[in-house]
């Protein structure tokens, strides 16, 4: 099963955006979204929603609770 970092850095990838950017989008340093990318910290809910959201995904995709990334997208 892919993490949640590596979920993330995937779709930020495809979508051809730094993490400057996405940190940007979604209001959480970029610092942070290495860290969460690299698997050092934990992404709570309220990020979730955020890095979702930056990403045109749901939560619950993010979190790898759904398989389609189209599934409940925003």
């Known amino acids: 099963m892919e993490s949640v970092g590596k979920r993330i850095r995937r779709l930020r990838l495809e979508l051809d955006i730094t993490q400057g950017i996405l940190s940007v989008m979604a209001e959480i340093t970029r610092s942070d979204i290495s860290k969460i990318e690299n698997g050092l910290i934990n992404l709570s809910a309220?990020?979730?929603?955020?890095?979702?959201a930056a990403l045109g995904v749901s939560p619950a995709y993010i979190m790898g609770r759904e398989g389609d990334v189209h599934s409940g997208a925003f």
Do not use: D, G, H, Q
């Open 46 to 52: 309220k990020r979730a929603e955020r890095v979702a």
